[in-house]
């Protein structure tokens, strides 16, 4: 079955600092994967997607992800972190067969920017 | 567009009452879909609809959830009788056709509900 794991529920960066948020994902074929970010009381919205275009797909906000099948990972990076990067990421992934839109989500990681 | 709709924003209600959510897609999409979000069990799927057509329920909790699909731009998700352990965020989300599996899920601003 898919699936995918985010390690660290929490992490907390300062501002200007390097993000990195980790996913890791299980298929023994690659999946589409995906980045998500919810904000304080907020619906989930779209940060990126890989569907196998390219390995290293940028969204907004200066996200960017790098696919990694050797790895099975998807990591999230942000070069420079602003206080307005504070929410929480999830990471999902879209089984090959979908044709749905059906969306398997990890456990969420809260991204904390201290000043 | 106005995005995925959503109503209640806030339900506060009690114990062994009738609740029922409210959800207007994004106008054009064929899929919908229920999540509940609690801080203990993080982001579930409840059901999914595909052109108006439940495909996949497995994510129901039980027998007092129920949720319906009546035409393509609306649905709602009730809970009869309602529990405390029901206190939740819900949301729901719909997508557009798209490529199989690439399709991006839009998020309502979700109804947190409150079950004393």
């Known amino acids: 079955a898919q699936s995918v794991t985010q390690l660290g529920s929490h992490v907390s960066v300062s501002e200007g600092a390097l993000v990195l948020l980790r996913c890791n994902y299980s298929?023994?074929?690659?999946?589409?994967l995906f980045w998500y970010v919810q904000y304080p009381n907020q619906g989930l919205q779209l940060l990126l997607k890989?569907?196998?275009?390219?390995?290293l797909v940028k969204g907004i906000n200066g996200f960017e992800a790098e696919f990694k099948k050797s790895e099975t990972s998807f990591h999230l990076t942000k070069p420079s972190a602003h206080m307005s990067d504070a929410a929480e990421y999830f990471c999902?992934?879209?089984?090959?067969?979908?044709?749905?839109?059906?969306?398997?989500f990890g456990q969420g990681t809260t991204l904390q920017v201290k000043p | 567009d106005a995005g995925v709709i959503q109503s209640p924003r806030h339900e506060v209600t009690e114990m062994g009452q009738e609740v029922t959510l409210r959800c207007k897609p994004i106008s054009g999409h064929n899929s919908l879909f229920w999540y509940r979000q609690t801080m203990m069990r993080g982001l579930e799927l409840l059901i999914y609809f595909n052109n108006n057509v439940p495909i996949d329920d497995s994510g129901m909790p039980e027998d007092r959830f129920s949720a319906k699909m009546p035409n393509a731009s609306f649905s709602t998700l009730k809970i009869q009788p309602s529990e405390p352990r029901d206190s939740a965020v819900y949301f729901c989300a719909s997508s557009p056709l798209g490529l199989p599996g690439q399709e991006t899920q839009y998020f309502g601003p979700g109804t947190r509900l409150l079950v004393l």
């Open positions: 298929s023994s074929v690659p999946p589409y």
């Open positions: 890989y569907t196998s275009a390219a390995t």
């Open positions: 999902a992934v879209s089984p090959p067969s979908s044709n749905t839109g059906k969306l398997i």
